[in-house]
């Protein structure tokens, strides 16, 4: 079965970091561009950040520039989204996306 999954989230204070990651299974992320979304409650769903397949291009949504950073590691087959700084607004679901499928989300809530 072909499919991604999405791990990594939690709760934190204000402040404070989450990886997450999103690994493919059953198929090889390689040749793919990733992209991490996030919902929150009431919410459109948004695009947060991508990464080419070659991990030489990213991109970030200006809300988090300079405090999230998305990576690739091919050989695990895994993309991840480094958070750091978290605020409450970041608080969402987060899904990557590639190919053509979504992961199933991990929830990201920073309160104090």
């Known amino acids: 079965q072909l499919q991604l999954v999405d791990s990594g989230g939690g709760l934190v204070q204000p402040g404070e970091s989450l990886r997450l990651s999103c690994k493919a299974s059953?198929?090889?992320?390689?040749?793919?561009?990733i992209g991490w979304f996030r919902q929150a409650p009431g919410k459109e769903r948004e695009g947060v950040s991508c990464?080419?397949?070659?991990?030489?291009?990213?991109n970030y949504t200006d809300s988090v520039k300079g405090r999230f950073t998305i990576s690739r590691d091919n050989a695990k087959n895994t993309v991840y989204l480094q958070m750091n700084s978290l605020k409450p607004e970041d608080t969402a679901k987060y899904y990557c996306?590639?190919?053509?499928?979504w992961g199933q989300g991990t929830q990201v809530t920073v309160s104090a």
């Open positions: 996306y590639a190919g053509a499928l």
């Open positions: 059953g198929w090889f992320l390689e040749r793919w561009a």
């Open positions: 990464i080419s397949s070659s991990g030489g291009f990213t």
